[in-house]
């Protein structure tokens, strides 16, 4: 067990409570848990005005020794990471912690090998094998700063990317499987490359065998390039000395405005938040087997695939494929085959699963399971009894997690079995999170019973620390909105008993599948195709994924053919931006909704996609009102 694991809701409020009042103390605690080459000075200063967040400054540390080194005297022989690739009929593989920690030093030396020194920016472009895993973990036993791009994006967007890191180092495979497709992942990183002539190295990873081009001083093979290390002999690697405040990793996430933001994370904070949320959401106990769904593209495989589960020694699944190949039963194959104790995965995941019925889940074993979880996005209600009824037998609980790129771990959610689950509702914050409500104008809603904005009024651990290169970006966008809080971006209704159920994104980011995509990134896409005059995008509700893409789009090209307009509009945001993109509707109108100063009206363009028009609000803003009507008589069903 684990000294700060919450086991009761009388421990919760007490532990709340205390995190509250007295953060330094209550963190300062946790703390000392984890393996520090030297302790801290202060545990937390803060100031929301300037964005400025330090946790444990002063103290020095390796991430990786917290998660690897330190658990190989127990649980040397333990199974780290279980591996089940695409195909079910390929071998899985088992990483003990021994083997893990011996493959990331080799790795690191590889990186050394090539160049790599502390501070430097690595982007790491893979599918989801054991490899990615390891050079994640490379990466911060060197104090590289890594960066993971989803295998999902399009070449363009890769390049925005390793411009805005300024990233001289490259990851990636020659392809990725997904599903029935085969990804060319190094023939995308060679488009991206011919407007990043600043990268130095690629170093490419076998998965597919697929044909690739490799750059005679730039591109180098991984196998070859460990067959050096171990003709040195496989030096050991001694992790870099941290300093706690130093970055570990910037990932992407789409922001309201076109370009994507670069959100930065640093070792110490991050470190325990990321631990101490896993222990407690999931109530993890030494020797289950859990298995988080995510991608390691995205910040819910680097929190709770990655860096919480290792750093608690735990045994964590890494999954390659998607949920509905070669058929809608592989996630209960896989959990039944690994006897899974805990499931994560995303409402769409879900949702799609739901929509093959119950075929799939009979005659498979679940009863291994214990804990379920959702991540990504709100769930609806219908979605959450199907997981609780057909999948953890009206038995196990299900830890609903709200949380962000930018926090770092979970923020607002039940625990397992301690605190009550309540359908469609992440619960409660947990200890060091202080929500509150804030109508538009800041006014702070204090009574239960009440909708509005939710903010952050304190500090925790795991919170973002800067937007890569552009400090004030961050400061803009998450505190400049309410003075002296955190702005999560996300409306929240609190219930007459306390609890919070998030209601969606309140600004211009849609949420498909769990996925942030800002709606001025797609637009800006739309716009590139020859023949686009302008357009406008907005979220509707999808059976699946949660949130669909609208487009409204006015055309002035030679095609009068519509259908294949639509086509090849999809086809222009799926090269710029990534399949991930991609409208689910495009209407072709004649004009927007424009107030007289030249603001498009998206409330009215939401109404209408979502098929809500009995009430359009306020319209005597309009320059033209007749164009409503005509985009509500040519909607796309």
């Known amino acids: 067990m684990y000294p700060y694991q919450i086991t009761s809701e009388e421990q919760y409020t007490n532990d709340y409570r205390n995190s509250v009042e007295n953060p330094e103390k209550f963190w300062a605690d946790i703390a000392q848990y984890f393996s520090w080459k030297k302790t801290w000075d202060k545990v937390l200063s803060a100031d929301f005005e300037k964005a400025e967040v330090k946790w444990f400054a002063g103290a020095k540390l390796n991430i990786t020794e917290n998660c690897l080194d330190r658990h190989i005297e127990k649980l040397a022989s333990q199974p780290a990471i279980i591996w089940e690739p695409n195909d079910p009929n390929e071998h899985y593989r088992v990483l003990t912690y021994k083997e893990l920690l011996f493959k990331v030093k080799q790795f690191a030396n590889v990186l050394k090998n090539n160049g790599v020194k502390k501070g430097d920016r690595v982007c790491i472009y893979m599918g989801m094998i054991p490899e990615l895993a390891i050079a994640v973990l490379a990466c911060a036993r060197i104090g590289a700063i890594h960066s993971v791009i989803f295998g999902g994006f399009s070449a363009r967007s890769i390049a925005d990317r390793l411009q805005d890191a300024d990233a001289r180092f490259i990851v990636t495979c020659d392809g990725a499987f997904r599903g029935a497709k085969d990804i060319p992942l190094k023939a995308i990183i060679d488009d991206a490359l011919e407007s990043c002539p600043f990268v130095q190295r690629v170093i490419v990873c076998t998965r597919t065998h697929t044909p690739v081009s490799m750059i005679k001083g730039r591109d180098v093979w991984w196998e070859d390039e460990i067959k050096i290390v171990e003709t040195q002999g496989n030096p050991d690697c001694i992790a870099e000395v941290m300093d706690a405040e130093d970055v570990l990793f910037i990932l992407y996430t789409s922001g309201s405005t076109g370009k994507p933001k670069g959100v930065v994370h640093s070792v110490a904070g991050y470190m325990v938040w990321t631990n101490y949320t896993f222990v407690n959401v999931f109530q993890y106990t030494p020797g289950q087997i859990y298995f988080c769904t995510a991608d390691i593209g995205w910040i819910t495989g680097h929190s709770y695939l990655l860096y919480g589960p ?70 609806n209600e219908e979605a959450w009894y199907w997981y609780y009824e057909n999948v953890g037998k009206s038995k196990c609980p299900i830890v609903d997690t709200w949380w962000q790129t930018e926090t770092g771990g979970i923020m607002i959610s039940n625990l397992a079995g301690v605190t009550p689950h309540k359908p469609t509702y992440a619960t409660l914050p947990m200890p060091g999170v202080l929500p509150c409500l804030v109508d538009e104008t800041g006014n702070e809603l204090t009574d239960n019973g009440v909708s509005g904005n939710l903010c952050i009024k304190q500090a925790w651990p795991g919170m973002i620390r800067t937007t890569y290169g552009d400090h004030e970006r961050c400061r803009q966008t998450y505190f400049s909105t309410y003075k002296n809080m955190y702005f ?56 699946i994924k949660g949130q669909g893409i609208y487009a409204f789009v006015i055309f002035n090209g030679m095609h009068v053919d519509e259908e294949h307009t639509r086509k090849d ?45 009995s009430n359009l609000g306020d319209t005597s803003a309009l320059l033209e009102p007749a164009i409503v009507d005509s985009i509500k008589e040519g909607k796309v069903l």
């Open 310 to 379: 290792l750093s608690a020694g735990a045994t964590t699944m890494m999954f390659e494929g998607i949920p509905t190949f070669p058929d809608a039963g592989r996630f209960w194959d896989i959990t039944q085959k690994h006897k899974v104790d805990i499931l994560y995965t995303a409402p769409t995941a879900i949702r799609s699963l739901m929509a093959y019925g119950t075929s799939y889940l009979e005659g498979k074993d679940l009863s291994s399971l214990k804990v379920l979880g959702t991540v990504g996005e709100p769930i």
């Open 569 to 613: 509009v999809i086809q222009t945001v799926s090269r710029i931006i990534g399949a991930i993109a991609k409208p689910d509707k495009i209407q072709i109108v004649k004009g927007l909704p424009k107030t007289r100063s030249g603001k498009i009206m998206r409330r009215i363009l939401r109404k209408i996609a979502e098929g809500d028009t």
């Open 488 to 543: 999560t971006g996300d409306g929240c209704l609190r219930d007459k008993d306390g609890n919070y159920r998030i209601t969606g994104r309140v600004d211009d980011v849609l949420n498909v599948s769990g996925h942030r995509i800002g709606t001025a990134e797609v637009e800006n896409a739309i716009n590139m195709h020859q023949g686009v005059v302008e357009s406008a995008v907005v979220g509707f509700p999808h059976d």
